[in-house]
């Protein structure tokens, strides 16, 4: 499962996706700023893997190339939950409603989006209803959902130099589910 994983950053890792960094600086820096802000390892692998999605079936050029929204968060924690226990794959699953949920409750959190994530954030459906907001606060992982979000919006800075991600492998092989081979 990790192989696969570094596999696919090594294939799409250099795509920019419209923002500065690339997926790959992205990735490192979410992860890296999950570290520093002591989250538990399973929160510093969502922050890794919550982009994952995006290299999976061209996922990361559907807003530009089509203007659609590909849905990559959940195709990237199906993808993850063959591996991962929910606590690494639910914040990646909701790390998207996390931003429409911060642009309806916070007034300037929108303003502060990179014009790569205001295309997608359109796409993705925009403000969230009353209904919308409710549900959100109602899932299990809406603390974790919001700091991953944190960090993605952090984490893409094309001249931070972070740990490289070999660096993470241990951590990933030690959230591996039990009947999932270590590799």
């Known amino acids: 499962m990790i192989d696969s994983i570094f596999a696919l950053f090594r294939r799409f890792g250099e795509e920019h996706y419209g923002e500065n960094a690339s997926q790959l600086q992205h990735a490192l820096q979410c992860a890296q700023l999950a570290r520093e802000h002591g ?3 399973s929160l510093v692998a969502a922050a890794l893997l919550h982009d994952v999605g995006q290299f999976l079936n061209d996922a990361g050029n559907a807003a530009v190339k089509l203007n659609r929204d590909a849905r990559h968060e959940i195709t990237g924690a199906a993808f993850l939950a063959r591996g ?3 606590e690494v794959t639910e914040p990646v699953r909701l790390h998207v409603d996390a931003k429409r949920y911060l642009c309806t409750v ?3 959190y929108e303003a502060g989006l990179s014009e790569a994530s205001l295309l997608s ?3 993705q459906g925009g403000r969230m209803s009353e209904e919308e907001l409710a549900a959100f606060r ?3 992982f809406f603390e974790e959902a919001l700091l991953l979000r ?3 919006d952090s984490g893409k800075r094309p001249d931070w130099a972070v740990p ?3 660096s993470y492998r241990d951590l990933l092989q030690s959230l591996l589910l039990a009947d999932h081979p270590a590799a």
């Open 39 to 41: 989250c538990a390892d």
């Open 84 to 86: 991962f226990p929910r």
């Open 106 to 108: 916070q007034r300037d």
């Open 121 to 123: 954030y359109r796409l």
């Open 138 to 140: 109602n899932e299990d």
């Open 150 to 152: 944190r960090f993605d």
């Open 164 to 166: 490289g991600l070999e």
